[in-house]
């Protein structure tokens, strides 16, 4: 069973940074991609970046366009951890973010996935 745990939410205003931090208990060949989702109250969940590491160890990130230019994906395997930079954060940014890892194909579209391994999420909030 691969736990994930996600961490680093807050409170900022319109134009504030906040990093979260995600940390997945082992890697598996369940999931080939770990990914940043959101939802806001009243909205359905919606994929945020993600990231992909292949055989040969080279890293691919996917954006959503709402974020692209303002966020940025990293991973560090040796702390089984991915993070995501979050800058110029305005106020429809505003929602739970969860951290899954999962399996889909190399290439598909960013779509929250069917089945993966969840967080529990952590809560942004940002104040114009």
């Known amino acids: 069973q691969v736990r994930v745990v996600e961490s680093g939410g807050g409170s900022v205003q319109a134009g504030g940074s906040l990093r979260l931090s995600c940390v997945v208990s082992?890697?598996?060949?369940?999931?080939?991609?770990i990914g940043w989702f959101r939802q806001a109250p009243g909205k359905e969940r919606e994929g945020v970046a993600r990231?992909?590491?292949?055989?040969?160890?080279?890293?691919?990130?996917d954006y959503a366009d709402s974020v692209k230019g303002r966020f940025t994906i990293s991973q560090e395997p040796a702390e089984r951890s991915v993070y995501l930079q979050m800058n110029g954060l305005k106020p429809e940014d505003t929602a739970k973010y969860y951290c899954?890892?999962?399996?889909?194909?190399?290439?598909?579209?960013?779509?929250?996935?069917?089945?993966?391994?969840w967080g529990q999420g952590t809560q942004v909030t940002v104040s114009s």
């Open positions: 082992t890697y598996s060949a369940s999931f080939n991609y």
């Open positions: 990231i992909l590491s292949d055989y040969r160890g080279t890293y691919y990130v």
């Open positions: 899954a890892a999962y399996r889909t194909s190399a290439g598909s579209r960013l779509t929250v996935p069917e089945s993966g391994y």
